[in-house]
């Protein structure tokens, strides 16, 4: 018989991965990747209101904010020293309509937050969403005339939502909505107003994806929804498409790219850090947060360490950075206070 310690010799030679991975010291020594503070961006969810912080069932652990409460847990936030967060609104159901009309209102919930937080927590990042989901009874993100979302119409309101965004003191203004040509049409918005230095963050691929089922709770556009999104996100199926439509989004004069949701999309990730090397994030979404958060709560995954170990892996892909509803915790943790 043969010795089977010479035939292992015999097919690596020299080469033992195993000796870097031998220890604690080793694999520190060789981690290619890290996820520090620097690299989250907390979205959170608004409510009209005062003194009030309500769970969302779907997304354990997530709660929607008053202003008051929500100025508060940034505040956190920003002493846990997480970069930026992203906001979004959950407005009165009297509010919305066919247009989203409330978009156009310069205090509406999402710009009043801005203006409090700004106040508040002057040295944190908003990031704020144009499109008119929250707004809209219809729950699309754009304009709808008979069955179809206005592409043109739709772009023309964003970008007076927009300028009315950077007025209550957006730093960065996210459009999520998938419009054609609306990454520019806001960069020239933005600069007539005298926003040069307001930035954009382009949902440059976001994807017609079964993951944000639990958002559109948090926001409550979810029985809402007439038909689905198809018309105007990118079909999950198309990474060469997402590619093209995010050097569209580059040409216009995005600052930032995301790739929307996450975890399944880092072949996306990967691919437009590579192709256009703009600052590339990824948005874990509600989908993904709240897998992780029943599996855990079930016992069948260590959630915490699924969590880190997702957020470390977008890092791998190429991005500079991730919005994540695991922020707060995650940062409390990498600051040793959790
Ligand atoms: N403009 C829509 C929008 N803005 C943020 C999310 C999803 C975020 C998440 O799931 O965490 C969505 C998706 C949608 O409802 O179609």
Not at 192 to 216: D, H
Request: hydrophobic share 40%; aromatic share 6%; net charge negative.
């Amino acid at each position: 018989m043969q010795d089977k310690t010479h035939l292992v010799d015999e097919i690596t030679g020299h080469r033992r991965m195993r000796r870097n991975r031998k220890a604690d010291w080793t694999r520190r020594l060789v981690q290619e990747n890290h996820l520090t503070v620097d690299d989250l961006i907390w979205p959170i969810f608004l409510v009209p209101g005062t003194n009030i912080c309500e769970p969302i069932p779907a997304m354990p652990g997530v709660n929607r904010m008053s202003v008051d409460v929500a100025v508060e847990a940034v505040r956190e936030a920003a002493d846990l020293g997480i970069p930026a967060i992203a906001t979004f609104p959950n407005i009165e159901m009297e509010l919305r309509d066919e247009t989203g009309s409330n978009a156009l209102e310069a205090s509406n919930l999402i710009n009043a937050a801005t203006r409090a937080i700004k106040k508040a927590v002057p040295n944190i990042g908003v990031i704020t969403d144009v499109a008119l989901d929250p707004f809209t009874s219809h729950g699309h993100d754009g304009i709808l005339r008979g069955d179809e979302i206005v592409n043109d119409e739709t772009v023309e309101q964003v970008v007076q939502a927009a300028i009315l965004q950077a007025e209550a003191g957006s730093d960065i203004i996210a459009p999520s909505e998938m419009m054609d040509g609306r990454i520019g049409a806001i960069r020239k918005g933005l600069d007539a107003a005298g926003f040069q230095n307001v930035g954009i963050m382009a949902y440059a691929t976001k994807f017609a994806s079964g993951c944000y089922g639990p958002y559109r709770e948090a926001i409550s556009t979810g029985g809402l929804l007439k038909g689905d999104k198809k018309s105007y996100y990118i079909d999950p199926a198309n990474g060469t498409e997402a590619v093209r439509d995010a050097a569209l989004d580059v040409e216009e004069g995005a600052d930032m790219l995301m790739v929307k949701p996450g975890l399944p999309y880092l072949d996306i990730c990967w691919r437009l850090k590579e192709t256009f090397g703009l600052p590339t994030f990824a948005y874990q979404v509600s989908g993904e947060y709240s897998m992780i958060k029943a599996a855990a709560a079930n016992g069948w995954i260590d959630g915490d360490r699924v969590a880190m170990e997702t957020l470390l892996c977008f890092k791998r892909a190429g991005c500079d950075g991730i919005l994540t509803y695991f922020a707060v915790d995650v940062a409390r943790k990498l600051a040793g206070k959790a």
